[in-house]
């Protein structure tokens, strides 16, 4: 399965992995052959550009972490922003309702009939009880096609080959399921060589006789980009729920798997990937990545070296709390992380009862600007506040933008908080906090951040290693 862009994605890594220390040319070079290389798997242009941009960025702007090459770690981002394209997780099919109904629609000869037959098994596999209804009138033995297929699957197929209206046909299909006790029903319809207006009228109808769950679109992988305008344009008309890539099996060279989702923002949901009616899978956006990439023991290994930095440094700051020697430095390294992990609100609408926190009792400007406070002390200030004078505190107030309050209020609190720490049974309570919940007085409810210092880790890609060693 798209063999070229695998190949090609080698030879980038190649040239990388051997490279003890990436620039920012090496890197920008690397993400030049990787646009070339997704733009010849024919994926959409911008789709392409907007990747390499993202990668760049996240590839630049993170920490190196200390057991693995700098190669290695852009081979993990790679991989992370190619699941992300693809839809980050997996698309699960809406099957509530009695019968729940999936519509399937798409060009002539993608594999909608075929498709069919495939769902109805693999839903009956997962404990469904499936019935097939044969919406194609227009095409010569197109019902006795989707009747074999339902013979063959022990499968019922509903269809009239008297009544000239699809909507009709897919309505009474619909009722007939709903009396019998089905609880899925699978329509099958017409394809055209090329959307137009009869077709997308005649699906519309159908859409409003039987209400479905899903309206997916059924595509040939191997058309690539016109695959992806194609359904952009079913979409447009009829408000897509999915898709289903089919012939991933053949020589499709990846553009459709790896643009559809980005340019139409519905999901891939199932994968067919051959003949046989067993040929449809799952599709896991991660899988397909690593498939693509045939990196996963380097990705693997990369976010073993990330988790063992945060519990080192997790650990780290869990000796300091135990000799009360945690520090303003300490303080910013965990505010920069809880930015690195997506903002406080996000941070905060993970916990119960944080979406009460976000909703008022967090000034989050404020937080910003505490933030900007510890900012403007030198290191020797925030690992020891004791020193901070008058002048000192004044020079802090200018240099944040904040009043000299709010800096004499800032250093209480951090006084106050460390105070609090010393007296017994609250360490105890700090240091399981810090594993898994809020960690100081004063300060909103944080979570497990899995150590701190995004701005100690180390420097960025950009950096060679010695200035990087010098810094540490
Ligand atoms: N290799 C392979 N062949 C497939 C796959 N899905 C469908 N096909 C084949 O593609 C051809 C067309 O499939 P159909 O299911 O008849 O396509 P359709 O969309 O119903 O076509 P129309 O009804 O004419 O619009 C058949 O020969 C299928 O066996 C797949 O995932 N892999
Ligand atoms: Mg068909």
Redesign the pocket.
Known sequence: MFDALSDKFHDVFRKLRGQAVISESNVTEALKDIRLALLEADVNYDVAKEFVESVKAEALGQSVLKSVTPGQQIIKIVNDKLTELMGHSVSKFDLSGSPSVILLV?????????????LALYLKKNGRKVMLAAG?IY?PA?ID?LEILGKEISVPVFADRLMPRVDMIAGEAKNKAKLEGFDTLII?T???FQIDEEMVQELISVSHAVLPNEIIF?S?SALGQEAVSVSQSFHNALGLTGIIL?????DARGGAALSIKKVTSCPIKM?????KLE??EVFHPDRMASRILGMGDVVSLVEKAAEEIDAEETEKLQRKLKANQFDLNDLLGQMKQMKKLGGMEKILGMFPGGKALSSGNVDFKEFAKVEAMICSMTPKERENPDIIDFSRRKRIARGSAATLEKVNGLLNQFAMMKKVMKKPGILGNAMSAMGGGGMMGGMPQMPRMGGFGGGQRGSNFTKPKEKRKKRR
Do not use: M, N, P
Request: charged letters at 30%; zero cysteines; aromatic letters at 0%.
């Open positions: 798409g060009l002539h000869g993608s594999g909608k009939t075929t498709t069919a037959a495939k194609d095409r197109a096609q099958d017409a394809g055209r059924v040939d089919t012939k991933l099996d053949g994968i067919g990937v051959g003949e040929d449809l």
